[in-house]
């Protein structure tokens, strides 16, 4: 549940699905509607956060057990709801984060193999209960999103190393999350162009702004 003024909306799903691209859309969207946005990115989005990315994503972090992994996120998703995320809600501003505590559940849940009620405890003890307005979860296929990250061509990070079979437990962790509580979650097909994913995003944002002056 989220409590304040402002609206608080999650982009989730595996790498090179469009999560960053459409994140500039969502915001200049909302931004000519008159709605002051903020964006963020998890593990990240402060200081300290963005400190914790870098040791999350370091290639030569090899020895990291998968409960470091998962409490080193959720020691900057604190950082970020207390520094960042709560006062821009509070201010009635919305913000949006390139991932959340989906992610936890994705990544250190469903494919490091960490029990659900384990991620649940530690959501629980930070967000007390806090939860995003709407999530987009992108779709797309594994060998497709690697294709366009391959084609960005940047150096890859700790994450990108993984084998397919590890995505693929992501992407249907978040698919099973999204079917769950369809209230919530949007599934977006990520594999369409450009355009018709963000059309696809515009009849949600349409939903959600419906009644704002
Ligand atoms: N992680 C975790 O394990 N647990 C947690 O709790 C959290 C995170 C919060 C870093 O995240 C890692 O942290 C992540 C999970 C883990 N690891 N992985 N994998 P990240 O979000 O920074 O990393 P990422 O998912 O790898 O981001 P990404 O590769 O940048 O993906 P993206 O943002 O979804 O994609 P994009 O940059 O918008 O698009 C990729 C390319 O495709 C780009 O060149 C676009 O121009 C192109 N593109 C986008 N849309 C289209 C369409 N529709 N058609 C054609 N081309 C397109």
Redesign the pocket.
């Known amino acids: 549940m989220n409590q304040y003024p402002g609206k608080f909306i999650t982009?989730e799903?595996?790498?090179?699905?469009?999560?960053?691209?459409?994140?500039a859309y969502i915001e200049q969207w909302l931004t000519a509607k008159g709605i002051e946005v903020v964006t963020t990115?998890?593990?990240?989005g402060t200081l300290i956060g963005e400190a914790v990315?870098g040791v999350?994503?370091n290639i030569e972090h090899t020895k990291m057990t998968a409960e470091t992994?998962?409490l080193l996120?959720?020691a900057?998703?604190n950082q970020h709801l207390q520094e960042k995320i709560i006062p821009a809600l509070e201010a009635g501003k919305w913000v949006i984060s390139?991932?959340?505590?989906?992610?936890?559940y994705?990544?250190?849940g469903a494919?490091r193999g960490i029990e659900y009620q384990r991620i649940s405890e530690l959501e629980h003890w930070v967000q007390k209960g806090f939860a995003p307005n709407m999530t987009f979860v992108?779709d797309l296929t594994i060998e497709e999103?690697m294709k366009?990250?391959k084609?960005?061509g940047e150096a890859t990070?700790r994450?990108?190393q993984?084998k397919q079979t590890f995505?693929e437990k992501?992407r249907l962790a978040y698919l099973n999350r999204a079917s769950q509580s369809p209230k919530r979650y949007t599934i977006l097909d990520?594999?369409?162009?450009?355009e018709?994913?963000q059309a696809q995003i515009e009849a949600s944002l349409v939903k959600l702004t419906r009644g704002l002056k």
């Open positions: 982009l799903g595996t790498e090179g699905a469009g999560k960053s691209t459409n994140l990115r998890e593990p990240g990315r999350l994503l992994e998962l996120m959720f900057a998703r390139d991932r959340f505590t989906d992610a936890s994705a990544y250190q494919a992108f999103g366009r990250v084609a960005r990070d994450f990108e993984e995505f992501v990520a594999g369409q162009s450009l018709g994913v």
